[in-house]
């Protein structure tokens, strides 16, 4: 079965330091998504992107985040300079289209230190 | 808003008992409703979902769930649990405009032998 891949499973990294984490959302769907979960809390969207641009994004998707799709398969989130509270699970997830079923990578622990 | 209410944070349930998993939502139109699981440290599996149509839902691992919209629910159940199905369960509600996720607080499952 088709399934998102998330790379790295697990990254440490300084206060301040620059973090990419990288995603294949699985081959046909058409819309991308970042979560994240900090530990103990809710799962919490961040932002959807769809035909090369940004659909929709949260509050707490700002101007640290970015978001692109280099190439045709990967799908990246970059944190500019991590903050403490960016410590969390962050999950790429991808759906065929609007409306339909949103499929969840296995998910990479930050951890800012 | 949108907004998801899992009223169970810790459900213990011996294994072979039947088992429901309460879930209320809150939404201003005809919601997209999903079930998943996470086992630790690992992602989120979808295990059920309802767009429309049949208010009762299978899923995967022998669960089902029921839409009851005059009860803004969507309880997910099993018969007959099974050691393994310890994991968090987390509801969300799907929107379509948005294409984005609410999910709940979740509900942490623990069986015993």
């Known amino acids: ?113 | 808003a949108q907004s998801v209410t899992q009223p169970d944070i810790h459900i213990t349930v011996s294994e072979g008992a039947s088992l429901e998993l309460r879930c209320n939502y809150s939404y201003g139109a005809t919601p997209y409703l999903f079930w998943y699981v996470q086992s630790p440290g690992q992602g989120l599996q979808l295990l059920l979902k309802y767009f429309s149509g049949d208010t009762l839902v299978q899923g995967i691992k022998g669960f089902e769930a029921e839409f009851k919209r005059s009860q803004s629910s969507f309880n997910l159940r099993k018969p007959s649990v099974h050691w393994s199905d310890a994991a968090e369960y987390f509801c969300a509600v799907g929107h379509y405009v948005g294409n984005m996720l609410t999910f709940g607080g979740g509900t942490r499952l623990m069986v015993k032998p």
């Not at chain 1, 932002?47 to 509050?59: G, Q, T």
Request: overall charge negative; glycine content about 6%; some cysteine.
């Open chain 1, 1 to 113: 079965e088709p399934e998102v891949t998330q790379t790295p499973s697990h990254q440490v990294t300084q206060m301040g330091q620059e973090v990419i984490l990288r995603c294949v959302p699985i081959s046909n769907h058409l819309y991308f998504y970042w979560y994240r979960q900090i530990l103990g809390q809710k799962v919490e969207f961040l932002v959807s992107f769809y035909n090369n641009e940004i659909s929709e994004k949260s509050e707490i998707f700002d101007d640290q985040f970015s978001v692109e799709r280099p190439d045709g398969s990967n799908f990246t989130l970059k944190i500019r300079s991590t903050k403490l509270e960016d410590s969390a699970m962050y999950f790429c997830a991808s759906s065929e289209d609007r409306g339909n079923t949103i499929y969840f990578g296995e998910g990479s622990w930050l951890t800012v230190v």
